[in-house]
């Protein structure tokens, strides 16, 4: 079946450090993949997407790119500020079964 | 355009009870689906609701069940509540049919089993 791995956190950077979370799925056929933001006491919001191999989703100055042959979604921002402390979900979409598959989760906490 | 809200907020059960668990979905959705987040958790999808059937169901046992109204608006049931039952539920919205699937996520209904 489909399945979503990421890195396990918590992950604690400092204010303006470079910022890396790792995410590999297993999948029968082409899914779309995202990443889903959890701010402390918020619902999961849509970071950003892609949905197929090789397209670059980016926003708020994150971006990950859809990479077929590792099959990885790797989760990156060149600075990372205080107010991005929240859990970061990886999760695909299986286009055949329709439903969401979301990985563990990665908590970050950005220190001033 | 509304978004996505879910009642109530919080809630308590003992062990045994049934519990409702309400969703009104974002304006134009026509798909509802439902998740279970346990604590540190990622979300673990339970069903998905379009046009009223049931279209897509995760490895939950039949005493958790949903209805779909004409309005795309949703309820989760869950029969004879067992304590790892606790956790944050969460619905969310969609259009079924395109091709990002896109989701949209309400705040949860927390639910506390004892």
């Known amino acids: 079946g489909n399945s979503v791995t990421q890195m396990e956190g918590p992950v604690t950077l400092s204010e303006e450090a470079f910022l890396t979370i790792n995410c590999t799925y297993t999948?029968?056929?082409?899914?779309?993949l995202f990443w889903y933001v959890q701010y402390p006491g918020e619902g999961l919001q849509l970071l950003l997407k892609?949905?197929?191999?090789?397209d670059k989703g980016s926003n708020k100055g994150f971006e990950a790119t859809y990479r077929k042959e590792t099959t990885s979604f790797h989760l990156e921002k060149g600075s990372v500020q205080v107010s991005d402390s929240a859990v970061y979900f990886c999760a695909l979409y299986d286009n055949y079964g329709q439903n969401f598959v979301f990985g563990p989760g990665t908590r970050l906490s950005v220190l001033p | 355009e509304t978004g996505v809200t879910q009642s109530p907020t919080h809630l308590i059960k003992t062990r045994g009870q049934q519990v409702t668990l309400r969703c009104s979905s974002q304006s134009g959705h026509n798909t509802v689906s439902w998740y279970q987040q346990a604590l540190g958790q990622g979300p673990q999808f339970i069903f998905q609701y379009y046009r009223e059937e049931e279209n897509g169901r995760g490895n939950f046992p039949p005493r958790f069940s949903g209805l779909q109204f004409p309005n795309y608006s949703s309820e989760l049931n869950v029969n004879a509540l067992e304590l790892d039952d606790s956790a944050l539920y969460l619905c969310a919205s969609s259009l079924l049919g395109l091709a990002n699937g896109e989701l949209f996520f309400g705040e949860g209904s927390r639910l506390t089993v004892l």
């Open positions: 892609a949905t197929k191999a090789d």
């Open positions: 999948a029968t056929g082409y899914p779309s």
